[in-house]
């Protein structure tokens, strides 16, 4: 099964985060941990955590626009890490920093 980890240090900061700039729901298992997924059935899904063992993700979302995100990420406490690179002819990639101070990458494709 695809999955995702993403370790946080306050879970509802990284929560709220997520939903902004992502638009993922949010539903705790406890106090520490809680599963997030994207709208509408697109992509895996995943959790948020408290950091511990694991401190880093290693994830990619696809989006529709990467410079929409990018915006929305700086606007909800992230930062854009790097240019926006291409890939292809029509798909690009970036790295952000998130609220928690992970970094995960975006990739959109206009084909």
């Given at each position: 099964m695809?999955?995702?980890?993403?370790?946080?240090?306050?879970?509802?900061?990284?929560?709220a985060f997520?939903?902004?700039?992502?638009?993922?729901?949010?539903?705790?298992?406890?106090d520490d941990m809680g599963v997030i997924r994207q709208p509408e059935g697109k992509g895996i899904n995943g959790d948020l955590h408290e950091r511990g063992a694991t401190p880093h993700p290693t994830v990619v979302f696809t989006v529709d626009n990467i410079e929409e995100t990018v915006a929305a990420a700086v606007a909800n406490g992230g930062s854009q890490l790097g240019e926006i690179q291409a890939l292809t002819e029509t798909s690009r990639w970036v790295y952000i920093k998130d609220s928690e101070g992970n970094i995960v990458g975006l990739y959109d494709d206009t084909e």
């Open positions: 695809e999955h995702f980890e993403i370790p946080t240090d306050d879970i509802k900061r990284a929560q997520y939903k902004e700039v992502l638009g993922f729901d949010y539903e705790p298992w406890g």
